[in-house]
């Protein structure tokens, strides 16, 4: 694959088409590993966004697409996946190469999953009750009864800039396949691939059923929030984002789904086959150098094998590559950006000050040709304690925070006693014991001797602060589709009409 990608000029895709924002303005989207600036994206406005709603909603308004039968449906989801996996050597370029995440990973990966999604939600809108039929009633009399899920019109997304393409098809997918329209805003450091995607998408559905109006959030996001037409907001994003997100929505009533923030637990039992737990566990938290929400930050250890556990933990650690996203022996790529990496580094200081243990990384990663970049290497605090900030906030970046415990018990409690609940894991030759933890766990996801294990048939979101409503899978349908129940009375004489005798009691 080629990795030369020239400074290109993108601009909004607003129905269908490319147009320029309507201020002329662009800004810069750059490449983490060396601050290069690899292309100029439209800045979008209000101006922009009142553009694309219309266009959604004129879109929406079209009965063709609105009403369409569940099995054409279906036909254009695979259209979709298939134009995905075409366009996927140029897709993961654009996404690898803003969003920092290694060729390994989003080639490997990111975009299976995205072809994938839309093959199996082909299937899921064959088998959805769009139109179901109740029971013959009780009370009042004989009538026919039926529940329809119907769309709910011009949906907003919002997402951030870790897997910006992945997190957009999650949205984009239940949203298409339900029959709504949608207007994306993403992150402005990863703006390219989401707007390719769009262009991609849009060759098999009408104009306006997709549309991107890349810009700042404090505008952009906010005009799509409270916009009148805009009946729903999917946002990913960061705990503080979402509960604006969610005022700002409540002026017009709008559905949200939030999938916000994480500080996973991650329990390491006394029995666990260490073999698997430790690189199982390091995978868990530096994966895209620690910049996934689900990331298992906290790691809970007994201290029976404590001091066994970080010397494995820091030695295999200390394997890992960090390097530019595009070499395919990179391990560890670059964080986002300048503001990111002073961030993760200002916890690692604080980390210090709390008393913590470093026991691996810590600083910037030298990497050569990458010196404008944006690395950090793999950090590992020991002796951390549950109540420390590095063990309630989100880093963000690749930092682990290894917490001691005696009894399963005391686990568990420290395992909850975050305003999060994403994710979680633990890892055990008991099975038994791993569903009598599962059920204790206050997480939307529990992972049972593994990490990161998404399925697109299986629902993701986060119970407490995590976040509300859940993206993937069949479930996802659900927070794109409205209900209607649709009565119809069997009984045509006035007379034998029991209810209406309430008003008309002589008959
Ligand atoms: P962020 O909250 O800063 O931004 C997310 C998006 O919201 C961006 O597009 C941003 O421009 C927009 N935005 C910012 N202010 C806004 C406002 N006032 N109104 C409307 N939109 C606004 O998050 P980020 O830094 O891009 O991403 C990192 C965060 O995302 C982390 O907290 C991470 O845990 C979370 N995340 C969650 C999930 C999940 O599925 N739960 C997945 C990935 C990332």
């Known amino acids: 694959m080629s990795t030369q990608v020239g400074v290109q000029t993108y601009d909004l895709f607003i129905n269908g088409e490319w147009v320029p924002s309507s201020s002329g303005e ?165 703006p390219v691939s989401t707007l390719k995607l769009a262009e991609i998408i849009s060759e098999v559905v009408p104009p306006g059923v997709i549309n991107v109006v890349p810009g700042p959030g404090g505008e952009v996001g ?11 907001v999917g946002f990913t994003g960061s705990t ?48 895209h150098a620690g910049q996934l929400c689900e990331s298992g930050t906290r790691l809970f250890v007994p201290n029976s094998i404590y001091d066994d556990v970080i010397d494995r933990l820091v030695a295999l650690t200390k394997t890992l590559k960090v390097g530019h996203q595009l070499d395919m022996n990179t391990s560890v790529g ?15 200081e604080t980390g210090k000050a709390e008393g913590a243990r470093l026991v691996c990384g810590g600083k910037e990663a030298e990497v050569k040709g990458g010196e404008n970049g944006f690395f950090i290497e793999p950090t590992i605090f020991a002796d951390v304690t549950n109540d420390m900030k590095i063990a309630q906030e989100e880093i963000f970046g690749p930092v682990l925070s290894v917490i001691r415990y005696d009894t399963v018990d005391e686990a568990i409690e420290m395992a909850n006693d975050t305003i999060y609940g994403l994710a979680s894991g633990v890892w055990t030759r008991d099975v038994n014991k791993a569903y009598e933890i599962a059920r204790k766990i206050k997480a939307g996801v529990v992972w049972i001797n593994d990490w990161h294990m998404l399925r697109n048939d299986a629902p993701f979101g986060g119970y407490k602060q995590s976040g509300i409503g859940r993206e993937m899978g069949k479930y996802s349908l659900d927070a794109y589709t409205q209900l209607k129940h649709v009565h119809t009375s069997m009984v045509h004489e006035p007379e034998k009409r029991r209810a209406f005798g309430i008003l008309f009691p002589e008959g």
């Not at 916000?260 to 868990?284: M, Q, T, V, W, Y």
């Not at 670059?334 to 690692?348: F, W």
């Open 26 to 190: 662009t800004f810069d989207v750059i490449n983490p590993s060396n601050g290069t600036v690899v292309a100029k994206v439209a800045k979008g406005s209000k101006e922009d966004v009142d553009k694309a709603v219309e266009a959604a909603h004129a879109a929406f308004e079209n009965a063709e697409w609105r009403e369409m039968s569940p099995n054409d449906r279906a036909d254009i989801l695979f259209a979709i996946g298939n134009n995905i996996a075409k366009h996927g050597q140029e897709l993961v370029l654009l996404e690898a190469l803003t969003s920092g995440g290694t060729l390994r990973r989003v080639g490997g990966n990111d975009i299976l999953m995205m072809v994938d999604l839309f093959q199996q939600m082909a299937k899921f809108v064959k088998e959805y009750p769009f139109s179901e039929t109740l029971p013959e009633p009780m009370f009042p009399g004989p009538a026919h009864n039926f529940v329809w899920r119907e769309p709910l019109g011009v949906c907003a997304a919002i997402t951030p800039w870790n897997m910006p393409m992945l997190i957009a098809t999650w949205k984009i997918a239940p949203a298409l396949a339900t029959g709504n329209t949608i207007v994306i805003k993403p992150a402005s450091n990863t």
């Open 334 to 348: 670059p964080v986002i950006s300048q503001a990111q990496k002073d961030t993760i580094l200002s916890y690692i």
């Open 240 to 287: 503080e984002v979402g509960r604006r997100i969610m005022m700002l929505a409540s002026s017009t009533v709008k559905n949200v789904t939030l999938e916000l923030g994480g500080k996973s637990p991650n329990i390491i039992l006394e029995d666990a086959d260490l073999d698997l737990a430790i690189p199982g566990s390091l995978f868990g938290v530096f994966l």
């Open 222 to 232: 906010e005009s799509l929030v409270t916009h009148p037409k805009v009946e729903k």
